[in-house]
């Protein structure tokens, strides 16, 4: 258990639905990051909080939103899903310094 | 280009090999991480580097700030090192921290 939790861990779910991805970091950690990870793009960035607030975007669609709440778990909002959504999405936490530690994802396909 | 680049992509060793994996990127950092994938995709941070050699049991990871290069070595492999292995970078610009990622290299270990 690296300390970061993600549910669901499996998510199968039609076209044009909306889902809600959880994670809560490590105890400590006021960093949040959201990953894709899928297999045409790889890795990817999506977005990260900071103590409840947005501190960088990456090439996150519009569709998709999240944020991070007071008790410092972040939720990933996907709506109006595609296919083309389906991939792993990773929640990373992280404390004042660089270190990172990455939950165990979601896998999300949409049919 | 992409900013990350590892190679190679795919690697094959017999057990007890010594095997290297590099990884080159374009922009500035302010720490370069060496993560491992297992197949059931769960991410585990191995190195966070950004200056000179760390050591960690088996795995050894450098990285040369002058020629933008870094390498992973693993002595006396065991099929349990089975994995893809991504180097990722922390940009040097701007305030956040996110992960840049390389597409990784598979890395089968044969008994």
């Known amino acids: 258990d690296s300390g970061v939790t993600q549910t669901p861990k499996h998510l199968i779910t039609a076209t044009g639905q909306r889902v809600t991805l959880r994670c809560s970091p490590r105890s400590g950690d006021l960093s949040v990051y959201w990953y894709q990870q899928s297999l045409d793009q790889g890795l990817q960035f999506l977005i990260q909080y900071y103590n409840g607030e947005e501190r960088a975007k990456g090439n996150i669609l519009e569709r998709f939103s999240a944020q991070q709440f007071p008790d410092l778990h972040s939720e990933l909002n996907l709506s109006s899903l595609e296919l083309g959504d389906s991939a792993l999405y990773f929640c990373?936490?992280?404390?004042?310094?660089?270190?990172?530690?990455f939950g165990s994802g979601t896998r999300l396909t949409v049919v | 280009k992409n900013e990350v680049e590892q190679s190679p992509q795919n690697l094959t060793a017999q057990e007890g090999e010594f095997i290297t994996i590099n990884c080159s990127y374009s922009v500035g950092i302010s720490a370069l991480h060496w993560l491992q994938q297992h197949p059931g995709g769960g991410i585990v941070s191995l190195f966070m580097l950004s200056s000179g050699k760390k050591k960690h049991g088996r795995l050894i990871a450098t990285i040369n700030i002058q020629e933008k290069h870094s390498s992973l070595h693993i002595t006396a492999s065991h099929p349990r090192d089975s994995a893809v292995y991504i180097c990722a970078v922390t940009k040097s610009s701007g305030s956040a921290r996110q992960l840049t990622f390389g597409s990784g290299t598979q890395l089968t270990v044969l008994p």
């Open positions: 990373a936490s992280s404390p004042a310094t660089y270190g990172y530690t």
